[in-house]
Nanobody
């Protein structure tokens, strides 16, 4: 699976962004999808995951109520809608695909990774 993330940028605190991750190469519905992020000097952190069907989602506590993960299986794309952004959300965001159908918070359980897209939130 090849993953291409896009949609990052510079936004003021309180603003919104929508990240997209387009998949190609294999059957998209065979994979659960996840978003992770890595801030400078920090380890990669789980953000959100969605099952192959889209019916099950899970978020890290720090983004609950602000971020929404979704997928469009007809377009082979997963999204991360980010509202009420905070400076601490600044990071490179990565999408990933896992052959585990119901997703995971563990990065080691993801099989394919996109190249990352930078999100910068100014205060």
């Amino acid at each position: 699976v090849q993953l291409q993330a896009s949609g990052g940028g510079l936004v003021q605190a309180g603003g919104s962004l929508r990240l997209s991750c387009a998949a190609s190469g294999r059957t998209f519905t065979n994979y659960s999808m996840g978003w992770f992020r890595q801030a400078p000097g920090k380890e990669r952190e789980f953000v959100a995951t969605i099952s192959w069907s889209g019916r099950t989602t899970y978020y890290v506590d720090s983004v609950k109520g602000r971020f929404t993960i979704s997928r469009d299986n007809a377009k082979n794309t997963v999204y991360l809608r980010m509202n009420s952004l905070k400076p601490e959300d600044t990071a490179v965001y990565y999408c990933a695909a896992s052959a585990r159908g119901y997703g995971s918070i563990q990065a080691t359980l993801y099989d394919y990774w996109g190249q990352g897209t930078q999100v910068t939130v100014s205060s």
